[in-house]
Nanobody, 125 residues
Framework: QVQLVESGGGSVEAGGSLTLSCTVS????????MAWFRQAPGKEREGVAA???????IYKPSVKGRFSISEDNAKNILYLQMNSLKPEDTATYYC???????????????????WGRGTQVTVSS
């Protein structure tokens, strides 16, 4: 059974940085995409950043230039480096993964069958 476990969340002041990690186990697809989503209280879960095995990256426009998604294949870890954090970035952040053979990555929730339980990020003004 695929397992995704997020870590690295916390509380920071606006302008600060955090790096989220997602440790992935029992995930053996040769072609895949992985992503970070977030959900703020009372709001829909939204895609933040994704990558695929063909090194295509996609970002939510409001985080582009501030967030960076990457993976360490040897350690089976997905990262989300978050810089210049804003109060509106406050949310629970979820790691997601799924098989994917397209040349581009997508931020559609329905594409991802595997999810972590989330890690909380709080940005104070």
């Amino acid at each position: 059974q695929v397992q995704l476990v997020e870590s690295g969340g916390g509380s920071v002041e606006a302008g600060g940085s955090l790096t989220l990690s997602c440790t992935v186990s029992k995930f053996s697809y040769k072609s895949y995409q992985m992503a970070w989503f977030r959900q703020a209280p009372g709001k829909e879960r939204e895609g933040v950043a994704a990558l695929n095995t063909l090194n295509h990256f996609i970002y939510k426009p409001s985080v582009k230039g501030r967030f960076s998604i990457s993976e360490d294949n040897a350690k089976n870890i997905l990262y989300l480096q978050m810089n210049s954090l804003k109060p509106e970035d406050t949310a629970t952040y979820y790691c997601a993964a799924g098989p994917w053979s397209m040349s581009f990555a997508r931020l559609a929730r329905s594409d991802y069958p595997h999810w972590g339980r989330g890690t909380q990020v709080t940005v104070s003004s």
